[in-house]
């Protein structure tokens, strides 16, 4: 066994430095805590592509005095619209100034490089240790502590080790038997200037084209200076048990359907690099002793409801603040009543959310009537109801009877009560999941 060369002992060691470890690291942080984060890469980074951040988490990151810096990266657009892939018809849309209005807090649509950067520079200046080329491989607990131990025979003890380490977590498996399950959809990344994205872009708005078993988003990065684009489709080859899905090839196949604008946007895409989206079902233990699961690691979803890392970051502000709530005067924290308050709200969210994400694919990447009845439903959804949002944009709950309600499903076959663009009235409030 060997120690670490750094001479104190951390109060938290993270295991992983993506957006959840290091906005993780940065909440405990802040509260003077001494914390290490162990990332298994050469160096701290992400992918090169876009992600959007609702007000649950925009709100987070004005408490962290990170969201001006954040909306200067990136861009604030005004509208979310929702179109038929196959017509490229209007469904739905959300006011997003609006939007602001409601919750609080924007909309903002940033490149992940530079969130990550955000983060990585606010833990530098927090003072929290951010050491690379450390494979976590195993974790062990005594009383009041947790060790996790390297590749390289390292152990790194604290009194709370956080495992942040992704859909494939090693922590994970400490907790249960289970596997990602894969859905046997598959996404395509890309960045483009926007002057070279050979149609005429409207970077005021974040579309999503649904369109059967696929779907195409596209939103402005950069102040508007690059274009985002993700591409995601159902693959035959996953479908039929083969390895080798998931495609260029199939990619193509897959959106010939879909209208010129999205046509139009696929050359865009990088063709070397694709991802197999995996989601792992539900859990309700998040703890063990000293050890606390934490973003993709404890819930890993589908990326419909864009909320995955957004969960993350809420995951580190809730634990921050019951460790703040529940400091003593001497400044030390009540550990094992902060992971408690934790895992007492976390995971039952994260389960509506995952299990959100999972109803919601099914709803974009219908086909036949049952796209129809979808489109009209969405059709009659107004503008301003926020009832089916309330839920996930609302200020993030650090108790359990903080936590919204979530809405009510209605059944696709009600849009068989539209005629000729009409709904009947008691219909206008309902929701299309
Ligand atoms: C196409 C797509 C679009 C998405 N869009 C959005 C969106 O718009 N909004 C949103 O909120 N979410 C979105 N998501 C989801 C989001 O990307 C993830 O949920 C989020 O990045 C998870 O962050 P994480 O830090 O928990 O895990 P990860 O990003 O996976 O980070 C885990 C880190 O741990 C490290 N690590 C792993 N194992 C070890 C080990 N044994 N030892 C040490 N280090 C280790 C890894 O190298 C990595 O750095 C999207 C996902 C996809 C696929």
Redesign the pocket.
Known sequence: MRTPDIASTPDVVI???????LSTAFALARLGLRIRV????KEFGEVGA????APN?TRILEDYGLLDAAKALGVVPDRMVMRDAVDGRELTALDLRDLERRYGFPYLVIHRSDLHALFLDACRKAGVELLTE????SYTQAADTATARTQDGVEHRAAVVIA???????ARAMFLDDRPVSSAYV?Y?GTVPVAQAGRPVDLSEVVVHVGPGCHFVHYGLRGGDLLNQ?A?FESPRARAGLDDWGTPDELDTAFEGTCDTVRRGLPHMWRDKW?R?YDRDPISTWVQGRIAL????AH??L?YM???????IEDGWVLAEHAKRLRAADRTVDWSGTLAAYAAVRPEHCRRVVLTARAWGELWHLDGIQRERRNALLRARAVHDYSFIDWIYGPTALFPEDEPAMFEPIPLASADRIHAGRVASADHREHVL
């Open positions: 295991v992983g430095g993506g957006i959840g470890g162990l990332e298994q890469a876009g992600i959007q951040l988490c450390q494979r976590v491989v942040a380490d992704g859909l494939h977590s090693v996404a990344r993700v995601v991802w989206m934490l973003g993709d690691a890993p979803p990326q864009a909320q995955g890392a957004i969960m993350a």
